[in-house]
């Protein structure tokens, strides 16, 4: 199972809006409603910000968002914070029982 | 509160074995699923596995078929990775996951809500 495509990088200044995107098939992001986007800072474990597409577990900041279409799911962190500076994966089921992560993408705060 | 609690570092040499445990606390472990993610360093995440500690039903990723067991001790509220024939490339934090979905219920989060604080896999001769 390869992994999702996920841009190396984004940037964007303080305040602006960034979107990362995750590409798979219909196999994966495009056949499940399932696609989860995990936070991770240097040295720290993942935090979960983004399930089943786009609902925020309780705690986890409204400013950010999730969406999908067809095979390619989207991350949305609107007012961009310098603490928002980390990388980001997305992850899908690609069977019922297995699951598969982004290549992951480093949020560049300017 | 509700966390994972992994064993500590570990370094072997190529060839060896390695068994990483996961301990619960918070919750009832066997009503949700256990996941195994590794990283090596500069790396993705990458998907090896879970187990329903409940019944003990698991699944592998193709990758690693063959070379990781993944167990629990209910008793323990505790589930273990054993990676075999370790190799320069196994190097990387280990790290289990809960993921959210309430075997009971059904509720909750298809996704990987508790991390364990990860556990430093070094393979080197």
């Known amino acids: 199972q390869s992994a999702l495509t996920q841009p190396a990088s984004v940037s964007g200044s303080p305040g602006q809006s960034i979107t990362i995107s995750c590409t798979g098939t219909?196999?994966?992001?495009?056949?499940?409603?399932?696609v989860s986007w995990y936070q991770q800072h240097p040295g720290k474990a993942p935090k979960l910000m983004i399930y089943?597409?786009?609902n925020r577990p309780s705690g986890v900041s409204h400013r950010f968002s999730g969406s999908k279409s067809g095979n390619t799911a989207s991350l949305t962190i609107s007012g961009l914070q310098a603490e928002d500076e980390a990388d980001y994966y997305c992850?899908?089921?690609?069977?019922?029982?297995?699951?598969?992560f982004g290549t992951g993408t480093k949020v560049i705060v300017l | 509160q509700v966390q994972l609690v992994q064993s500590g570092a570990e370094v072997k040499k190529p060839g060896a074995s390695v068994e990483v445990s996961c301990k619960a606390s918070?919750?009832?472990?066997?009503?949700?699923?256990i996941h195994w993610v590794r990283q090596a360093p500069g790396q993705r995440l990458e998907w090896m596995g879970w187990?329903?500690?409940?019944?003990?039903?698991?699944k592998y990723s193709q990758k690693f078929q063959g070379r990781v067991t993944i167990t629990r001790d209910i008793s323990a509220s505790t589930a273990y990775m054993e990676l075999s024939s370790l190799r320069s490339q196994d190097t990387a934090v280990y790290y289990c996951?809960?993921?959210?979905?309430?075997?009971?219920?059904?509720?909750?989060?298809?996704?990987?809500?508790?991390w364990g604080q990860g556990t430093m896999v070094t393979v080197s001769s």
């Open positions: 918070g919750y009832t472990f066997t009503r949700y699923a």
């Open positions: 187990i329903n500690p409940g019944n003990g039903n698991i």
């Open positions: 089943d597409v786009s």
């Open positions: 992850s899908s089921h690609t069977s019922i029982t297995t699951r598969v």
């Open positions: 219909s196999s994966d992001v495009g056949g499940y409603n399932y």
């Open positions: 996951a809960r993921l959210g979905v309430d075997f009971w219920s059904g509720a909750g989060p298809d996704a990987f809500d508790i």
